[in-house]
């Protein structure tokens, strides 16, 4: 079942009705924001040995991943990346999520179930140890190199890039009703809060600190295409550029990537933007990390059609453009850092 037709309706309704930081070490790679560094400061060359990456996703994160749509299995192939996935129904034998299964429920709000719920230990232990795939249509590397997966790669699906910000501080992670909290539009929507979001994320820090011999990667969700959603954008800058600043985190081994901003821009006439200097985008550029978000609108600009807000595969590709060299370069930081096994 899709993200789609799950919750095209409740998206519709609300919305009318209503640089990086590619901070895996905190103290190294925040240098590169807005700074052109030395060539040797951002490697973006593969892993020199097969590693193992779990990516927990939906059906947008199914449709990246395939060969013949966003291309992203093959290229971390080519990368030697062994990729293993979750989707919907995955972890029938672990305790549940919201009366599900946990692989079906990837919001914002489940993310505290997954990584600081009284069930992550199984959750994760369980995770670490998959090495199948679970969505269909992506090719990967032939041989299991054996081992736990050292890359934990996570993705809400686009509705959850509707937020609104009332500005309210972030509460503490005791208090914050966005804790386990399906998006679903409707009951539930008012605690879907730019505050509360930050607060999910501020409170995974805590786990991710005490794994340095993982690196996690938190992909923004994606934008829709049903209105503007400016205060989605405003989590989105806030995870790439102040999440791990505001926390003090210093661990090393967390990546952002701004699907949300690099799927706001195309220029006419084209299929993307991916490789020209104009639009947006998150990416190595010029030897450098680069967060561009001035040159596009709040929507997502490669639509599957004028009602579907999954992503076209010229969107997606461009995304794993864009992706794959970041995240050589976030392994290669944090492993030069002393992570990994």
């Not at 369980?126 to 590397?141: C, M, P, V």
């Not at 794994?211 to 829709?224: G, M, N, Q, R, W």
Request: charged share 20%; net charge negative.
């Amino acid at each position: 079942m899709s993200c789609q037709i799950r919750r095209r309706r409740s998206v519709d309704a609300i919305v009318t009705g209503l640089t990086t930081a590619l901070f895996v070490v905190a103290a190294l790679i925040s240098t590169l924001v807005g700074a052109t560094p030395a060539a040797a400061a951002v490697d973006p060359s593969p892993p020199v040995s097969p590693t193992k990456l779990i990516f927990i996703h939906h059906s947008t994160g199914e449709l990246w991943l395939a060969d013949d749509h966003g291309g992203l299995g093959l290229e971390l192939r080519r990368n030697d990346y062994f990729v293993s996935d979750t989707n919907y129904g995955w972890g029938r034998s672990l305790p549940p999520s919201r009366g599900e299964d946990i692989g079906t429920t990837t919001d914002i709000g489940d993310w505290w179930t997954w990584f600081r719920g009284p069930a992550s230990d199984q959750y994760m232990t369980a995770l670490y140890a998959e090495s199948d795939r679970h969505s269909n249509g992506y090719s990967r590397l032939a041989t299991d190199p054996g081992g736990p997966n050292e890359i934990v790669m996570f993705k809400s699906c686009f509705p959850n890039s509707v937020l609104r910000d009332d500005g309210s501080p972030v509460p503490p992670i005791a208090d914050n009703p966005l804790k386990g909290k399906a998006w679903g539009g409707g009951p539930g929507w008012e605690v879907y809060t730019v505050a509360n979001a930050k607060g999910i994320y501020l409170d995974l820090l805590k786990y991710f600190g005490a794994h340095p011999e993982k690196l996690f990667v938190a992909v923004v969700a994606p934008p829709i295409i049903a209105g503007d959603t400016p205060d989605g954008r405003k989590l989105a800058n806030w995870l790439v550029h102040h999440w791990l600043q505001d926390a003090g985190y210093t661990t090393g081994n967390v990546m952002v990537f701004d699907l949300y901003n690099v799927l706001t821009s195309k220029p006419a006439g084209a299929a993307s933007d991916v490789g020209l200097a104009s639009g947006n985008h998150h990416r190595l550029w010029n030897g450098a990390v680069q967060h561009k978000a001035d040159d596009g609108r709040d929507r997502l600009a490669y639509p599957t059609s004028a009602d579907d807000s999954h992503p076209n595969a010229a969107g997606l590709k461009k995304a794993t453009a864009e992706f794959v060299p970041l995240l050589n370069a976030a392994y290669n930081a944090w492993r030069g850092n002393g992570g990994g096994p």
